[in-house]
């Protein structure tokens, strides 16, 4: 069975400053895919960004970017000039390829807090 | 597009009682999945369906039940309601194929008195 561990509960950073998210996950599979989602206050859960395993370029996304790195199976989220709307809990989630590919497995959240 | 509805968004309930959330989506997703968020944890998965007529358990399915007459609707069934059961239920959805990016409802946050 596939785990996500959020070793971060709780961070907080002060506004424009950089801020990175950790993830850790085990898995024996080779084929999979990694998301980073965002829940703000409001519940909704939003996808920030997603990385396919096979490819060995880092997912960007506008202020979002990932450091993938499969051997060591980390899976950090950057965000750079950080803004008050970033506010929010972000959870790490691991989904295998093709059979189970509906299937995602979350980490416990990390509660990120954007001060002023 | 409505995306993924459900409904409704508060519910209270007193141990033992039955209901059922409801659970839509208008993106034509063969894959259908429920979880529940719980305090301090992520989110753990109920039961998932791959197309109309076919479910199956997730990681915490006792106490639910589901069923996927339609490829739209994919309804949670608390048959007894436990205070254990107080938590927030996502529903979601996903296309079959690449790149397997799940849509999410707006959540129901249930409390079982």
């Known amino acids: 069975a596939q785990t996500v561990t959020q070793s971060q509960p709780e961070m907080s950073v002060q506004e424009a400053e950089t801020v990175t998210l950790s993830c850790t996950y085990d898995t024996s599979e080779n084929n999979y895919y990694l998301f980073w989602y965002k829940q703000p206050p409001s519940r909704q859960m939003i996808l920030v960004i997603r990385q396919e395993a096979y490819k060995q370029q880092n997912a960007t996304e506008n202020r979002f970017s990932v450091n993938f790195q499969k051997a060591a199976k980390s899976f950090s989220l950057k965000i750079s000039d950080s803004q008050l709307g970033d506010t929010a809990m972000y959870f790490c989630?691991?989904?295998?390829?093709?059979?189970?590919?509906?299937?995602?497995?979350f980490g416990q959240g990390t509660r990120l807090t954007i001060n002023p | 597009n409505a995306g993924v509805t459900q409904t409704p968004k508060f519910q209270v309930l007193k141990t033992g009682q039955s209901m059922t959330l409801q659970c839509a989506q208008d993106m034509n997703h063969e894959y259908m999945s429920w979880y529940r968020q719980d305090p301090g944890m992520g989110l753990r998965l109920i039961h998932y369906s791959v197309g109309a007529g076919i479910t199956d358990q997730g990681e915490v399915p006792n106490g639910y039940n589901v069923s996927r007459s339609t490829t739209e609707d994919f309804p949670l069934r608390l048959l007894s309601a436990a205070p254990s059961q107080t938590s927030v239920y996502f529903c979601?959805?996903?296309?079959?194929?690449?790149?397997?990016?799940?849509?999410f409802g707006p959540g129901t946050r249930l409390t079982v008195t």
């Open positions: 989630a691991f989904m295998k390829e093709g059979q189970g590919a509906q299937k995602l497995v």
């Open positions: 979601a959805s996903q296309p079959s194929g690449p790149p397997y990016e799940q849509y």
